[in-house]
């Protein structure tokens, strides 16, 4: 596609339910990147992937979060047990190499728990 | 871990001021990126830089390695450069994620 997409754009969910987000890169690049931003803060790191595998997942709060790119483009980060503090705007990135390549972002999503 | 700081972390102008928005990391990078937020809009990429000076439109950037300092430089300034603008870091020695900064939240007032 021509630039990252995130969907959904926004998710309302209640307390102790599962969430998936999804983020679509552009076609090409290689390196895959989560962050998440609360409110009045810069984007904090959570996964990265190059290709299909999580080159670094230590951003990653604890083990109720996971990332998935099985086939090496579309991402999915997925929340079980939901809980209020994990209210955010969740942040896909993308570039051609890691590093320093231009970084591309999607609109985000923004997940309210309540 | 590199620690990104961002001065002013707000700034309020007036339309046609000049403006410059600074950024200091404590750790050697390979890049640094200035990134744009609108109200809830996503994130664009402003530049990306690992030396010199860039300029694209009235925006400029500008960037000393050895002092590990950035500036973000905005002429002729407009009410529709109000924005967040965020500083962010790659690593230098290893591959890997951006650190950010926590972003400047700049309004020109027209």
């Known amino acids: 596609g021509a630039g990252v997409s995130q969907t959904p754009s926004n998710k309302v969910t209640e307390k102790g339910k599962y969430v998936e987000l999804r983020c679509d890169p552009i076609s090409g690049h290689t390196a895959l990147y989560w962050y998440r931003q609360s409110l009045g803060q810069g984007p904090e790191f959570l996964i990265y992937?190059?290709?299909?595998?999580?080159?670094?997942d230590s951003g990653l709060p604890n083990d109720r979060f996971f990332a998935v790119r099985p086939e090496g483009s579309v991402s999915t980060l997925k929340i079980q047990r939901t809980e209020r503090g994990d209210s955010a705007v969740y942040l896909c990135a993308s570039s051609l190499r890691p590093g320093v390549t231009e970084a591309f972002f999607g609109q985000g999503t923004r997940l309210t728990v309540v | 871990k590199n620690e990104v700081e961002q001065s002013p972390q707000n700034l309020t102008a007036q339309e046609g001021e000049f403006i410059t928005i600074n950024c200091s990391y404590s750790v050697g990078i390979s890049a640094l990126h200035w990134l744009q937020q609108h109200p809830g809009g996503g994130i664009v990429s402003l530049f990306m830089?690992?030396?010199g000076k860039k300029k694209h439109g009235r925006l400029i950037a500008t960037i000393n390695i050895q002092e590990k300092h950035s500036s973000l430089h905005i002429t002729a300034s407009h009410p529709r450069d109000s924005a967040v603008y965020i500083c962010a870091v790659a690593p230098g020695s290893t591959v890997g994620e951006l650190t950010f900064g926590k972003g400047t939240h700049l309004i020109i007032q027209p």
């Open positions: 830089l690992s030396s």
């Open positions: 992937f190059q290709g299909t595998g999580a080159a670094d």
